[in-house]
C-alpha cells in the first residue's frame, strides 16, 4: 500500500479529455477508491458538451475533513491526467503549476476547426518537448493505442488510472481499484479492466 | 442493488448532488416522481426509475415540466409525498400551474427540485428559478453541500406538511452535478395508501376539493398563503442548515447559499483568512428568517453577499437591512451592485478570492507569474479551441445538410425556426448556420406559424421550423395546431432520432417504454400529425438527395403547415451505439483533397468528428475509432473516394 | 485568359445577373448547383482558379483564344462567326417523324451521328413539364423524344459536365450559343491540365435571340393556363410575333412582347446570335416553317452533313443571297446591342489586373460592329 496520508489537503486532482472518451467514469472510480479508503472526496464535472466533440473536465478534491469546492482554484492542481494531448496544454494553463503531475494520454481527437481547416493541431512530438520545458514532471502514455492492442479503445482511461495509481503518490492501491471497478462493470470485463489497470500502472512508474 | 438504497445507516457513499437530493427524498419515504428531462436535472428520474421496484416508487418523465408538477401534485393531494424535478427553464413551463398549487396548497409533502445552471453550461440561458419562489409565495431552500442536499430534502417534505404548501428546492449545475462524500440516513418502512379526501366544504384543506378560485376575495386563499410563509419563515429560524462559522465579531460577514459556500469555504482556506471573516450559509434563501439575519448582520459592520447570476439574496437581505438599521446599524454592502461579483456567469473560488482581496485589501499573488504566462502562450498556440458540434454519425448533420441545399437551391432566402434539443446547434457552421430563430421549447413552431401569416404584408420567403420528437410532444403540438387552423405555410421538419437524445435518451410519449422499462403506449407522430390536418412525408435523413428534394417540394406546393419527419435513430441510441452500419474507407488514390473539383468538401465543410484531414499526404482519412458508421460522407465525396461496406 | 475562382465568379457573374444558368459551373464539384434556371453556391469555396470560372460563357471569355483554338484565326468581323458554307436544311426521308421545329434538321443530324457511332452519347434537352432538363442519350431512338423548342435557360451544360465525370468521350451536344460558348471554353483547356483529353464529339448550335427566366415563365404561364397539361410551346418564325402553348385544352396564343418581359438581364448582353463556337448552326428560316438554316463552320460538320444528305437522313438547298444577307443583318444587330451594352457597363476589354471582363474581344472586330 503506498502513503496512507495526503501529502496536502485538500489534494487536487484533474481528470479531463473529450466527450465519449470516459473521462466521467474514471473520476468517479477514482473518486470511490478514495472514498472506500475513508477520505472525503469532491468530485466537480463538466460535462455539457460531452459526447458532442466538446471538452470534458472532473476536479477531484480529496481530503480527510469536509467536502471542497467542486472547481479548482487555478493553478493549484497537483495531478493532471489527460485521455487527449491538447486538453492537457490546456489545463496545464488554467490550472497547471511549476509543481504539478502530468500524465497524458498521446492519441489526438482534432477539434472540428482543426478538423475544417481553421486551426492547426500541433505534432505530439513538439507538444511533449514543451510541455518539458514547462514542467519538470510529465509522462506521456500511448494509452489508447495500448487499448486498441487489448481490443477496445475505451479501456485507454483504464490504463491512465492505472498510471495515476502507478505514480505510488495517491493513498490507494490496486485492491481498491478491483473493487470499485468490479461495482460499476460486469463480471466478466472485471479481467480485462485489471490488465488495462495493471499495464497503466507499469508505464506510470517508468 | 443500487448502492442509493443501501439501508445501513451511518454508511457513506460518494454522490453527486442529485443522487444525494434522490436519497433525501426516498429517506423521506417519496412515493411519486416526475420530471421533463432537463441538464443538469436529468438523473434525479433516471436514478429514481432505477430503484422504483424496490422502493415502491412510481417515476415517469412527463410530457412537460407543468404536466410533471401536475402528476406530483396529485400524489400530494392524495397523501403520498411527492416530488417534481425539472431544469430552471422548466420552471417557466410549470409555473403556470405552480402559481395556482401555491395558491391552493398542497397536502402530503411535495417538493420541486429544480437545477439552474449559471454559467449556462448546458442551457440556451442562465435562467433564475429563485426568483419564483418570492413571486409565487413559496419557500425556497438551497443546499451548500452534498451531505445538505439529501438531509435538507429529507428535512423539506417535513415542512411541506407543516405548512401545507410545495417547497422549492433550488440546486446548481456545479451541485447538481459535483459528488461528494454523503453519509446514509434510515429508510423509512412506510406503507402508502392513497386517498383523496374531496367531499368535505369548499376551503377546507383536509378533507375539500383542493381548488386554487379566489374569485375577489383573496383574504380566502391568498391571505392563508401568506401565513404558511410567515410561518416557514418563523420555523427557518432554528433551522439546523443555516450555519455560521468564524469568529464572534468579524471584520467582515460573508453571507452566501448553494455551491457559492463551497467556493467562499475554499477562497477564505486559500487566502488564510479565517479568524478575520465568518461565514453565514443559508439553506433557506426565502422567506429569510429574520432573527436569524439580524443577528448575524449585529457581528460586523460589512457584508459581502456571494451568490450567483441576479442579486436575489443580496436584495432580500438589503430589505430586511434596511428596516433592522436603527438596532443593526448602517451596514456596508459588497457584493453584484458593487462591482465585486459579476451577475452573469458561474462562480468559482478565484472569483471569491479576487473579490476578498479588494474588500480586505489583501496582498495575494495566486500563482507563478512566469509559469501562468509560458502555460497560457504554450495554450494558445497548441491547443485550439474544441467547439461543439454533432456527435459522428449524428442524423442532425445529414438533416441540417438536406435542408441548407433546400434553402439555397430553392434561392427565396428561406430560414429554419430553431427549437431546443440538440440540433440548436443548426445555429452553428455545424449545422450550416441554417436555423436563424432559437427560443424556447416549442417556439419554432410558434415563430414559424406567426411568419407564415406575414405573406399579406410582403414575407416572399420560404419558411421552415425544426423540432426533435421530444419537443413535439413537450410544446410544439400547440404551436402547430395553430398553424394548420390557420392555415399558415410553413414546413415543420420533425427530427425524430427516438429519444430525448440531448439530455440521455430517455422516453417520451412516443416512446413504446417507459423510464421504468414497463410497455407504454407509444404515440405515432405521423399519425397525430396527419389528424391535425398536417400534409406529412417521412424521409431517412441519411438519404440526403430524398431530402432534399422532399424538402424543396414541400417548400414550393401545398397550402398551410406540411411536415416532414426526418427518422434515423440517434447515434448514441441504444441501437445505434457500438453498431457501425457500415466500414468506411477513403480510397487516397481516388480522393482529390484539395484540388477544384472537391477543396476538401468532408472536412472543410461538412465537418463530421469522424474524417480527418492527411495535411502530409492531402488526403481525407477516416478516423475508425471516432467514426459512427453512418456512411453519410460517402455519399457527399464527389469523387467516390469514400467508400463505406455494408458491416457483415 | 485570365481565370479567377468562386468567388470571382459570384460577384461578377451571378450577382450581376450576367448568369443565364447554362450549368457550365454545375456538377464539376459539390459547390455550385442550379434548379429551375437558377444557379446557386452552396458553400464558400477558397480555390483561385477553378474550372467554374473558367468554363462560364459570361466571365473572361476571350474570343480571339477561342476563335485561334477552334478555327485557326482570330475572331472576325462577320457577324456570322466563321463559317463554311450556308444553306437550308430539313429532314429527309430516312429521319423518322416527331415534332420538330421548322425543318427537323438537328433530330435529324443528331440521330444519324448516333446510328452511324459518329459520337457515342448525345446531350440533349428533353423537359420535366416546362422545365428544360437536360438529358444523355445513347439510342438514336431516343433523339426524336426531346426534339421540338424550350424556350427557357437550361443547365444543359451540367449534363455534358456529368457525363465527363463519369467517363464519357466522343460526346454529342445540341447547344444554344452561351452553351456551345461554355463548352468551347471548356475544350480550350484553360487550366492546361496535363490529362486533358477532348471529350466533345460533335457540337450542334442552335440559333438564339433570347431566353426565358425559367421561374419567370412559369409562375407567368401557371398564372393564366395549367401548365402541368402543356404538351408543346412554339414561336412561330417571324413576323408572327407570338408564342403558341398547346395544352389539353387547345393552343393558347401569347403575344411575344408580353414574353420578351420574362428575358432575363444577361441575353441583352449577349453577341452570340448563331451560335459561333459550334460544328453546324441550325435555325429557322424567316417565314418559312418547314426548313431550317443550317451553317457548316468545322471539316467534322460538314462530314457529318454530307453523309447525312447521302442517306437521306437530310435534304439541302441553297439560301437564296437576301435571306443569307438579312440573317447576318440581324445577328449583326443583336451583336451590336450586345456590345454597346458591355461598354456602357464597362465589363469589357479591361485591362489586365484592373478587374474581370465578361468579354474580351479585339480592336478591329469591336470597332468595325460596334464603332
Known amino acids: 500500500m503506498n502513503s496512507t496520508r495526503l501529502s496536502k489537503d485538500p489534494y487536487s486532482v484533474i481528470i479531463t479529455g473529450v466527450g465519449g472518451q470516459g473521462n466521467v467514469m474514471a473520476s468517479r472510480v477514482l473518486g470511490s477508491m478514495l472514498v472506500n479508503n475513508g477520505f472525503s472526496v469532491t468530485i466537480g464535472e463538466t460535462f455539457g458538451a460531452s459526447q458532442r466533440g466538446g471538452s470534458v473536465m472532473s476536479h477531484l478534491r480529496i481530503s480527510e475533513t469536509s467536502s471542497w469546492s467542486p472547481q479548482i482554484p487555478k493553478g493549484t492542481a497537483d495531478i493532471i491526467v489527460s485521455l487527449e494531448p491538447i486538453e492537457a496544454v490546456r489545463v496545464l494553463a488554467a490550472y497547471g503549476n511549476p509543481g504539478v503531475i502530468l500524465l497524458s494520454n498521446t492519441r489526438p481527437i482534432f477539434p472540428v476547426n482543426v478538423i475544417k481547416g481553421d486551426a492547426a493541431y500541433p505534432s505530439v512530438e513538439e507538444l511533449k518537448k514543451s510541455v518539458r520545458r514547462l514542467i519538470p514532471h510529465s509522462i506521456f502514455i500511448e494509452a489508447t493505442e495500448e487499448a486498441l492492442k487489448m481490443g477496445n479503445p475505451i479501456l485507454a482511461n483504464i490504463i491512465m488510472l492505472g498510471a495515476v495509481v502507478g505514480l505510488n503518490i495517491l493513498p490507494i492501491t490496486r485492491e481498491n481499484f478491483r473493487t470499485a471497478i468490479g461495482e460499476r462493470v460486469s463480471p466478466d470485463t472485471v479481467d480485462l479492466n485489471m490488465d488495462a489497470f495493471d499495464l497503466g500502472s507499469r508505464l506510470g512508474q517508468q | 442493488m443500487s448502492y442509493l438504497i443501501d439501508n445501513r445507516e451511518g454508511v457513506q457513499h460518494l454522490l453527486m448532488g442529485n443522487e444525494a437530493i434522490v436519497r433525501g427524498a426516498l429517506e423521506a419515504g417519496v412515493n411519486v416522481t416526475a420530471g421533463y428531462p432537463g441538464t443538469p436535472s436529468s438523473e434525479i428520474i433516471e436514478a429514481f426509475s432505477k430503484i422504483a421496484g424496490d422502493r415502491n416508487i412510481y417515476a415517469e418523465w412527463s410530457t412537460n415540466e407543468k404536466v410533471a408538477m401536475e402528476v406530483a401534485a396529485a400524489a400530494s393531494f392524495a397523501g403520498l409525498r411527492s416530488l417534481c424535478v425539472m431544469k430552471q427553464n422548466g420552471v417557466n413551463v410549470a409555473s403556470d400551474f405552480l402559481l395556482h398549487l401555491a395558491s391552493s396548497g398542497t397536502r402530503g409533502g411535495m417538493l420541486l427540485v429544480t437545477c439552474d445552471d449559471p454559467g449556462a453550461l448546458s442551457s440556451v440561458n442562465e435562467g433564475e428559478s429563485r426568483l419564483f419562489a418570492k413571486l409565487v409565495e413559496i419557500p425556497l431552500l438551497e443546499p451548500g453541500d452534498f451531505q445538505e442536499a439529501k438531509d435538507l430534502t429529507t428535512w423539506a417534505f417535513g415542512l411541506s406538511e407543516k405548512i401545507k404548501n410545495i417547497v422549492m428546492i433550488r440546486s446548481v449545475t456545479r451541485m447538481s452535478h459535483a459528488s461528494g462524500n454523503v453519509t446514509f440516513g434510515p429508510l423509512p418502512e412506510t406503507v402508502p395508501h392513497a386517498e383523496y379526501s374531496c367531499d368535505g366544504p369548499l376551503l377546507d384543506t383536509e378533507t375539500g376539493p383542493v381548488i386554487s378560485m379566489i374569485l375577489a376575495a383573496p383574504e380566502l386563499q391568498h391571505g392563508p398563503q401568506q401565513e404558511k410563509l410567515e410561518k416557514a419563515a418563523r420555523l427557518f429560524e432554528d433551522c439546523p442548515f443555516n450555519t455560521y462559522t468564524g469568529p464572534e465579531a468579524p471584520e467582515l460577514l460573508i453571507v452566501t447559499s448553494s455551491a457559492c459556500n463551497l467556493y467562499v469555504r475554499e477562497a477564505v482556506h486559500l487566502l488564510e483568512i479565517d479568524d478575520r471573516v465568518g461565514i453565514l450559509k443559508l439553506a433557506t434563501t426565502w422567506p429569510l428568517p429574520p432573527n436569524l439575519i439580524k443577528q448575524n448582520l449585529m457581528r460586523a459592520d460589512r457584508i459581502f453577499v456571494v451568490e450567483e447570476v441576479l442579486p436575489t439574496l443580496e436584495g432580500n437581505i438589503k430589505i430586511l437591512a434596511a428596516d433592522m438599521a436603527p438596532e443593526t446599524g448602517i451596514k456596508t454592502f459588497y457584493g453584484k451592485h458593487s462591482g465585486h461579483i459579476p451577475s452573469v456567469g458561474e462562480l468559482n473560488p478565484d472569483i471569491v478570492v479576487s473579490a476578498l482581496v479588494r474588500i480586505l485589501d489583501i496582498d495575494y499573488r495566486p500563482a507563478d507569474a512566469t509559469f501562468e504566462y509560458e502555460a497560457a502562450a504554450l495554450a494558445d498556440t497548441m491547443a485550439p479551441n474544441r467547439g461543439m458540434t454533432f456527435c459522428p454519425g449524428c442524423p442532425h448533420r445529414a438533416s441540417f445538410w438536406s435542408i441548407h441545399h433546400a434553402i439555397a437551391l430553392d434561392g427565396r432566402n428561406g430560414f429554419v425556426c430553431g427549437d431546443i434539443g440538440c440540433y440548436v446547434m443548426g445555429t452553428l457552421p455545424s449545422g450550416y448556420s441554417t436555423v436563424k430563430t432559437l427560443h424556447s421549447m416549442g417556439s419554432g413552431s410558434g415563430l414559424a406559424s406567426g411568419f407564415g401569416k406575414l405573406k399579406q404584408f410582403g414575407l416572399e420567403q420560404p419558411v421552415l421550423a425544426v423540432c426533435g420528437d421530444s419537443t413535439f410532444f413537450h410544446a410544439a403540438m400547440p404551436a402547430l395546431a395553430n398553424a394548420i387552423h390557420h392555415k399558415s405555410p410553413f414546413t415543420l421538419m420533425l427530427l425524430d432520432n427516438r429519444g430525448t437524445a440531448m439530455t440521455g435518451f430517455q422516453p417520451h410519449p412516443g416512446s413504446p417504454v417507459d423510464v421504468m422499462g414497463e410497455p407504454a403506449q407509444a404515440i405515432d407522430i405521423e399519425a397525430i400529425c396527419r389528424a391535425m390536418g398536417a400534409k406529412v412525408e417521412i424521409a431517412d435523413p441519411f438519404n440526403l438527395e430524398k431530402t432534399q428534394e422532399m424538402l424543396n417540394h414541400l417548400m414550393e406546393h401545398g397550402e398551410g403547415a406540411k411536415v416532414l419527419i426526418l427518422r434515423q435513430a440517434c447515434a448514441l441510441s441504444p441501437e445505434r451505439r457500438g453498431k457501425k452500419k457500415f466500414d468506411v474507407s477513403v480510397d487516397e488514390t481516388i480522393c482529390i483533397g484539395e484540388n477544384c473539383g472537391c477543396n476538401r468538401l468532408c472536412t472543410r465543410i461538412f465537418g463530421c468528428p469522424g474524417i480527418t484531414w492527411d495535411n502530409d499526404k492531402k488526403v481525407s482519412r477516416i478516423d475508425t475509432i471516432i467514426c459512427a458508421g453512418c456512411g453519410v460522407c460517402a455519399d457527399i465525396c464527389p469523387v467516390g473516394a469514400i467508400r463505406k461496406k455494408e458491416v457483415a | ?371
Open chain 3, 1 to 371: 485568359m485570365q481565370c479567377f475562382g468562386s468567388r470571382e465568379l459570384v460577384d461578377n457573374v451571378i450577382r450581376q445577373d450576367l448568369c443565364i444558368g447554362c450549368g457550365a459551373c454545375n456538377d464539376l464539384c459539390p459547390y455550385f448547383r442550379s434548379r429551375k434556371g437558377t444557379t446557386v453556391m452552396l458553400f464558400p469555396c477558397t480555390i483561385a482558379k477553378g474550372k467554374c470560372f473558367a468554363h462560364c460563357p459570361k466571365a473572361e471569355v476571350d474570343l480571339d483564344e477561342l476563335s485561334t483554338t477552334f478555327f485557326h484565326q482570330r475572331y472576325g468581323t462577320d457577324p456570322l462567326g466563321h463559317y463554311d458554307a450556308i444553306m437550308m436544311s430539313r429532314a429527309g426521308a430516312n429521319a423518322g417523324t416527331a415534332s420538330f421545329q421548322a425543318g427537323g434538321t438537328v433530330s435529324a443530324l443528331m440521330r444519324f451521328a448516333l446510328e452511324r457511332h459518329y459520337i457515342d452519347g448525345a446531350i440533349l434537352t428533353d423537359r420535366k413539364g416546362i422545365v428544360p432538363t437536360p438529358r444523355f442519350v445513347t439510342e438514336p431512338v431516343d433523339v426524336l423524344a426531346c426534339a421540338s423548342s424550350k424556350y427557357a435557360a437550361a443547365p444543359t451544360v451540367a449534363a455534358v459536365n456529368r457525363a465527363i465525370r463519369k467517363g464519357d468521350t466522343n460526346i454529342g451536344i445540341v447547344a444554344t450559343p452561351c452553351q456551345a460558348l461554355a463548352i468551347s471554353k471548356m475544350r480550350s483547356n484553360p487550366l492546361n491540365d496535363h490529362s486533358f483529353i477532348d471529350p466533345v464529339g460533335l457540337v450542334i448550335g442552335l440559333f438564339c435571340t433570347w431566353a426565358l427566366d425559367m421561374q419567370a415563365f412559369e409562375s407567368f404561364l401557371s398564372r393564366r393556363i395549367d401548365i402541368s397539361t402543356i404538351k408543346k410551346i412554339d414561336i412561330p418564325p417571324p413576323p408572327a410575333d407570338i408564342m403558341e402553348v398547346f395544352t389539353d385544352k387547345g393552343k393558347t396564343e401569347f403575344p411575344l412582347t408580353e414574353i420578351r418581359q420574362l428575358v432575363p438581364e444577361t441575353c441583352s448582353y449577349c453577341i452570340d446570335m448563331t451560335a459561333e463556337f459550334s460544328d453546324i448552326s441550325v435555325g429557322v428560316v424567316e417565314g418559312q416553317t418547314d426548313v431550317n438554316t443550317l451553317i457548316i463552320r468545322t471539316d467534322r460538320g460538314r462530314e457529318l452533313v454530307e453523309e447525312a444528305v447521302s442517306a437521306e437522313y437530310l435534304v439541302l438547298s441553297d439560301m437564296p443571297g437576301e435571306k443569307v444577307e438579312h440573317l447576318r443583318w440581324a445577328a449583326g444587330n443583336k451583336k451590336k446591342r450586345g456590345l454597346a451594352k458591355a461598354k456602357e457597363k464597362a465589363i469589357i476589354n479591361k485591362p489586365a489586373g484592373t478587374g474581370i471582363s465578361y468579354l474580351r474581344i479585339n480592336d478591329e472586330t469591336l470597332n468595325t460592329i460596334c464603332p
